[in-house]
């Protein structure tokens, strides 16, 4: 069993125990996000050896990748895919401790796909591929479009992307 498997499938063990037995969640104990400090979000530093990166947390049996790390280490972005849904995930430190993962800004309108994370070497702009038709075209099905695309960061948050 791959690490992290165990977490969670007890997770979903309980989470159908209790939708079968009527128990209503709170949003809470739908998914509790552990404390976590430090660089790698809390993880061991990279070593000789590959590892699974933050088991349950960023790894979590979905599909996950292309992850971007900001140069000091408290920003991060990753592509998840779920089958239905294709975007780029973030988490970040915040008063010292790392942020529950969120769908970044940029990559919301989860009707297109979003993928492929990178940031340039200044941190002030992320590249990513996305199915998004340019402004002006019409949107087709899957990965028609593959462009790359940018978002400039502003004070605080990244550009959304509008039409």
Known sequence: MKPGTSLILTGLIFFFFLVLSGTKLTAQQKFSMPVLKGPYLGQAEPGLKPALFAP?????????????????????????????????MCTRVVNGVWTEPETAPFASDLGFYSFEPCLSVDNQQLFFLTNRPSFGKEPRPRWSYQNIWVADRQPEVWDALEE
């Open 56 to 88: 349950g947390i960023i790894s979590t049996g979905l599909i996950e990748r292309d992850i971007s790390i900001t140069a000091d280490g408290t920003e991060i972005y990753y592509g998840l895919s779920t089958g239905k849904i294709t975007t780029i």
